[in-house]
């Protein structure tokens, strides 16, 4: 009789998403096009799209997503400000470290998804007022949409 094989049993893990900004560029373009750049921390689950707009993020059901923004210029403000998703899939709350105003986001995936997730990101640049959001959208993926890119 052949062993029998354990169902895979995983626990809830963080996946951090980090938006790198570069907000000089986006401000002389008027665009974050060519000024945003997307990584998480979920590579070896099977994340794609690192360093582009079209960032997959791999995900599964009670994974505590954490959604942050970096500068490449230090000098000019970005703020992820807005998070524009499928509440049924993730709720994104606004949080702000302690003692610092240094914003980021988190959710829970409330499901995992049978198909890419859209998602977009707002952000603030220098001192303009309205936000700025990129033309392509992010997306999470469930464990079917990474069988079926690989």
Partial sequence: MPPRTKPEQRTARPVTIT?????????AAGTLNDSLYLYDTNRTSGSTGFGTLELRTRVRKGDTL????????????????GIDIDRRVAEPVRKVYPGTDIVFW????KQEPTRPVPYRLSFLLGAVAEPFIADTSQFLVGSAEVKEHK
């Fill in 66 to 81: 954490l959604w942050n923004a970096l500068p490449l210029e230090c000098e000019t403000f970005v703020a992820l400000v």
């Fill in 19 to 27: 938006a790198v900004v570069d907000p000089v560029a986006g401000l």
């Fill in 106 to 109: 988190t959710a829970t995936v």
